[in-house]
């Protein structure tokens, strides 16, 4: 006899499917949406079902969308000539509101890794490769973040631009502000330094 | 313009709503759930929606049940004549997986805390009253964490016992196994101490 009954094992299984929630975190939010909150638990089935059915993937630079074309694809006062290409859409939305950036994205929805079989055709490049064919791109800005695989989607995509004749250029990796030299990792320190720029 | 669509906002604020769970986990879920797992947000969103129109209260013992009555309360070999007291029924799992105890449960779901508008009423105190007072019982068990609502829950608990003419029993609190004198801190060991027993 298992310690939960049937519709509760259930719940608490289908929480546990959530990134970063394990037996224990499951057990309790079950024990809270169904003690506590009722009206949240409510709501969170309804948003799920919505989410599910109403978002779907821009068709020209792949971030989440509600209709034909992503709010940041349809803005019409966007630069056209820079993409920027970025691994999540958390780093889209990271970029969008931190920094003055106001170009056009592409949002990978991962990085290459051929031992998951995620290959090029997984992350869009295709699609990528024809709106750097089209000759109105000037540059193809990688915002990747610096693991391994991250830096071989990185090369991947610079040969790409490369052959489609598109400028290419990195952030930049190096010593965060409020950061101490004195602390910071050996690779951070090299690539801080590696890429120094003229005052 | 805020910075999702507003059925990915929705999503990520009911999210919110689960406990432990803050803005950036709730940003993280979302997009697992859009991108990796919509199985899994499916049957999330069926899972609640179930748990919710399935899940209700025992009449007798208050345990989250599906049926009339829990498995706890209509289990016919239990004994009848020990109620054990519990706060929550993770607590009640917690005794009936690791514990002999075999008798009936009362789940209190919550403590005292007139603060917070938690009286007895709340936690369904006259029922157990009247459990009580039926005769059948002789041993309450209180097994209520030893906070300081806990230990204001467990003294009404046992004027409420000693009321009818039951007797009452805490368990234990002391070293828990495997801990080392040394480290325990000065609460529990004095509690180890005055709770010590003759061998």
Known sequence: MSTFSPRLTRLIESLRRLPGVGPKSAQRMAFHLLDRDRDGAAQLSAAIGEAL???????????????????????????????????????????????????????????????????????????????????????????????VEGEATAFYLTEMARACEVGVSRIAHGVPMGGELEFVDGSTLAHALSGRTPV
């Open 53 to 147: 059915s109403g978002i779907s993937r821009c068709p020209s630079c792949r971030m989440f969308c509600e209709d034909d074309s992503c709010r940041y694809c349809s803005e019409s006062r966007r630069s056209t000539g820079q993409i920027c290409v970025v691994e999540g859409p958390a780093d889209l939305v990271a970029i969008e509101s931190n920094t003055g950036y106001r170009g056009r994205y592409f949002v990978l929805m991962g990085r290459l890794s051929p031992i998951d079989g995620i290959g090029p055709d997984e992350l869009g490049l295709r699609q990528l490769g024809e709106q750097l064919g089209r000759g109105d791109v000037n540059e193809l800005i990688i915002a990747i973040n610096p693991s």
